[in-house]
C-alpha cells in the first residue's frame, strides 16, 4: 500500500505538536519530499531545506520549487483536531559553507519555534569517481556537504534542544559502502562512511541529553536517476539485484524514518540500519 492509499496514516496525528527540520527537499521524487510529506501528514510542523543548483545540474534535472512546496502543503491536516496547527516553511541554502548548517537550524527555530527532530538527507551527487580520478577539491566537496553539514547541524540542534521536551531524534542517512563496494564513488562513500562510523559515538554523547541518534542505509533507491529512460543499463543491473522485480522506492526509507523520530521509535539509539528490501549484492 502506497502513502497516499494509506487513510489510516493520515488519521495518526502522533506528531502534533514537534517541529522537524528536513534537509534535501527539492524533488517531488526524492527521499526528502517522502519523509517530509509523512512527517506533515503526522500533525509534525516542517522546515525543509532545499538546492535546486545541485539538482539542475543533475541528469534528471530539478524541478519547481513552488510546485514541490504546492504539494508537501496538501499533506498537512486539516480540521479542527491536534494535527491541525501544523506548518510547512522552507529555505534554500547551500549547507558546503561551514557557517550555513547552524544558520538552517537558526532559521528554522525563528520560523516554527523549538526543533525536536532533524533529519539530514542532503547529499551531492556527481563530481566523483574511482580512486585515481579523484583531486582533494572533490573529497572536500564530499566531505563538506554530507558529512561534515551533517555533524554540524547536529551539534546546532542539540545547542538548541530543551533537555526537558521530549521526542529529540536526528536521523542521518548514509549509504551501502559498509556491505558492499562502491568503487566509482569513493568521495560519496567516505563522506557517507563517516557518518555510519561516527552513529554509535555521537548517539552516546546526545543520548543523556534525551536525543536519539540513528543512521539509516536505504539502498538504491530510484529518484529518478535510475529511470529506465534515463539510464537504461543501470536500470536492468540495479533491478536484477531485488527480489520480485521491485526497485526501492522513496517511500520505503521514509516509512522507516517516520517509526524511528515517533515515540514508538524511542528505544532503538545509534544504529546504522540498512533499509534495503533484500537488495542482493552477490547475484
Known amino acids: ?24 527537499v527539492s524533488r517531488h521524487r526524492g527521499i526528502g519530499f517522502a519523509i ?27 524541478d519547481s520549487l513552488d510546485d514541490v512546496l504546492a504539494a508537501l502543503r496538501t499533506h498537512l491536516p486539516t480540521g479542527a483536531d491536534e494535527g491541525a496547527g501544523a506548518r510547512l516553511d522552507h529555505l534554500e541554502l547551500d549547507l558546503a ?22 533529519v539530514c538527507n542532503q547529499a551531492l551527487s556527481g563530481s566523483d569517481g574511482r580512486l585515481a580520478d579523484l583531486t582533494p577539491e572533490m573529497f572536500d566537496a564530499h566531505w563538506q556537504t554530507n558529512a561534515r553539514a ?15 521536551r521530549p521526542g529529540g531524534r536526528v536521523v542521518w542517512i548514509t549509504s551501502g559502502q ?32 534525551g536525543i536519539v541518534l540513528n543512521t539509516i542505509n536505504p539502498g538504491p533507491v530510484n529518484t529518478g536517476y535510475l529511470d529506465a529512460s534515463l ?9 536484477r539485484h531485488f527480489p520480485r522485480d521491485r526497485m526501492g522506492e522513496p517511500d520505503d ?5 517516520e517509526w524511528l523520530v515517533s515515540d514508538a521509535g524511542r528505544w532503538v539509539v545509534g544504529q546504522v540500519i540498512s533499509s534495503e528490501g533484500g537488495f542482493r549484492r552477490w547475484v
Open 150 to 164: 551533517s555533524l554540524l547541524m547536529t551539534q546546532a540542534f542539540a545547542a538548541q534542544h530543551d533537555d526537558e
Open 97 to 118: 559553507p561551514a557557517s550555513n548548517p547552524a544558520r538552517l537550524i537558526a532559521a528554522a527555530r525563528e520560523s516554527l519555534g523549538p526543533i525536536d527532530i532533524l
Open 253 to 257: 526509507p521514509a516509512r522507516l524514518i
Open 178 to 209: 559498509q556491505t558492499g563496494p562502491m568503487s566509482g564513488e569513493i568521495a560519496y562513500a567516505t563522506s557517507k562512511a563517516a557518518l555510519a562510523g561516527i552513529t554509535v559515538s555521537v548517539a552516546n554523547d546526545l543520548i543523556d541529553r
Open 36 to 62: 517530509a510529506s509523512r512527517l506533515l501528514a503526522r500533525g509534525a510542523s516542517v522546515f525543509v531545506q532545499h538546492w535546486a543548483p545541485h539538482d539542475a545540474a543533475q541528469p534528471y534535472g530539478a
Open 1 to 24: 500500500m502506497s502513502f497516499d492509499d494509506d487513510a489510516r496514516f493520515r488519521n495518526e496525528h502522533t506528531l502534533a505538536g514537534r517541529t522537524a527540520v528536513v534537509t534535501g
Open 231 to 239: 539510464a537504461p543499463e543501470a536500470h536492468d543491473e540495479v533491478l
